[in-house]
């Protein structure tokens, strides 16, 4: 029986080491810190901010889970570091996604230019079927001004999707639409109008 004490007394200060001193799971840690962190400098924040928010909420909770292992005496650390991996797998689910969102901006940016150039061409043709009286001079001039400001859009809309600005391009981009629409519309009426009146 005291044989038996003994070895049991050997033995379990080094279970009690073993156990309590199971190190804190750093590269699992630094990897998932650094996922979150690759996801946000590629705009997440900005381009997919509903997953990001709950990124970021995940590495919250797993290193709350971190924190919490590493209090007790017995510290098992294999649940924080499935969660830890569970963020870094969704970081690159989110960064994916950001990029897959980049591309469709890009695209819908490069349409819209397109769509407003056709727009302002155009509206070009059809102010030289305007009336050409003392109030449509000037109105038409007006007009002649409001095309060149759009162009001038384009070309800054341009330069801003060069520098991947991609939500300021795009939104500068629907402005330039909306009024090269509105635009139209009135030279339409206008032309329409005077066509009319001449029959």
């Known amino acids: 029986m005291k044989t038996n004490i003994l070895i049991l007394s050997a033995i379990i200060p080094g279970i009690l080491v073993l156990t309590s001193c199971q190190e804190l799971p750093k590269e699992a840690i630094d990897k998932a810190s650094a996922s979150v962190e690759n996801a946000k400098t590629n705009g997440a924040e900005l381009y997919d901010a509903e997953n990001y928010q709950l990124l970021e909420d995940s590495l919250k909770n797993a290193m709350t889970s971190v924190d919490a292992e590493s209090g007790k005496l017995f510290k098992d650390y294999q649940n924080a570091i499935k969660n830890l991996e569970g963020v870094s797998s969704f970081a690159t689910t989110v960064a994916s996604n950001v990029e897959v969102k980049k591309e ?16 302002i061409a155009e509206n070009q043709q059809l102010i030289t079927e305007a009336p050409k009286g003392k109030e449509g001079s000037t109105a038409l001039l007006a007009m002649k ?11 800054e809309t341009s330069t801003l999707l060069e520098q ?3 939500q300021p391009s795009l939104d500068k981009a629907t402005v330039a639409k909306d009024k090269a629409t509105v635009l139209n519309n009135e030279l339409k009426d206008i032309t329409s109008k005077y066509k009319s009146a001449k029959k």
């Open 145 to 155: 001004g409001e095309l060149t400001v759009l162009e001038s859009t384009l070309t």
């Open 104 to 119: 469709e901006i890009k695209a819908k940016v490069t349409t819209t230019i397109n769509e407003v150039k056709v727009l």
């Open 164 to 166: 991947g600005q991609l």
